[in-house]
């Protein structure tokens, strides 16, 4: 089955510094990777997501690359604000844009220093 | 809670007991989903439907068990058989070509 892994697990940046989340995955048969933002005790909310036929997209201060080649994608999130802190999960599927159901990595925990 | 209803918010558990767990949808999803999020482990699959009558098992489906009887409906039993049950319970709905929709959640604790 899919395997994703996250990096890294918690990062910390200043308030209107980038932070950069990356996911490598296993299954080079994968075309739909969503990214989901968590805050505490709520649900987890979807962000952006790519398909496997495009190799970036960009929403306002939210961009994700993917790499086919290399099996990674990353989240790149630019001038963050102290909304942006929360925990962000990736997520991979092989097969009908999650259809047979999204494989997620562990999280990564952003924090935003004012 | 955007079209997905997951009842009740906080359910407790005693040794050796069944509980089930309730997820409604109104947004006409063919696809549902049960995730358990437990702290460091993101989230894992425990059983999907694409269609009524029809699911397939997730990555850790033992001692979990699901209906669906109906499309908007999908809930999901905690059998005894389950050691381990505490955790957060998350189901989600897919529509055609979009991501997934999330309920708000079911905080599992065995007492």
């Known amino acids: 089955g899919e395997n994703v892994e996250q990096h890294p697990s918690t990062l910390s940046v200043q308030e209107g510094d980038s932070a950069v989340i990356k996911c490598t995955y296993s299954?080079?048969?994968?075309?739909?990777f969503p990214w989901y933002k968590q805050e505490l005790g709520k649900r987890p909310q979807l962000i952006i997501d790519?398909?496997?036929?495009?190799g970036e997209k960009k929403d306002q201060r939210i961009a994700v690359t993917l790499n086919k080649t290399a099996k990674h994608f990353s989240l790149h999130i630019t001038e963050t604000q102290p909304e942006d802190s929360a925990v962000y999960f990736c997520?991979?599927?092989?097969?009908?844009?999650?259809?047979?159901?999204?494989?997620f990595g562990k999280g990564t925990h952003l924090i935003i220093q004012p | 809670d955007g079209g997905i209803t997951q009842s009740p918010k906080y359910l407790f558990r005693k040794e050796g007991q069944n509980v089930t767990l309730s997820c409604e949808q109104n947004?006409?999803?063919?696809?549902m989903y049960w995730y358990r999020q437990d702290p460091g482990q993101g989230l894992r699959l425990i059983y999907y439907?694409?269609?009524?009558?029809?699911?397939q098992k997730g990555d850790i489906a033992e001692g979990y068990s699901v209906s669906r009887e109906k499309k908007e409906s999908f809930p999901l039993t905690v059998t005894s058989a389950q050691k381990n049950p505490t955790a957060f319970y998350l189901c989600?709905?897919?529509?055609?070509?979009?991501?997934?929709?999330f309920g708000s959640g079911t905080r599992l604790t065995v007492v």
């Open positions: 997520a991979a599927c092989f097969s009908g844009g999650g259809a047979d159901g999204l494989t």
């Open positions: 299954d080079s048969a994968s075309n739909y």
């Open positions: 790519i398909r496997s036929n495009v």
């Open positions: 947004l006409n999803h063919d696809a």
């Open positions: 439907s694409q269609i009524v009558n029809d699911f």
């Open positions: 989600a709905s897919m529509g055609r070509g979009n991501g997934y929709t």
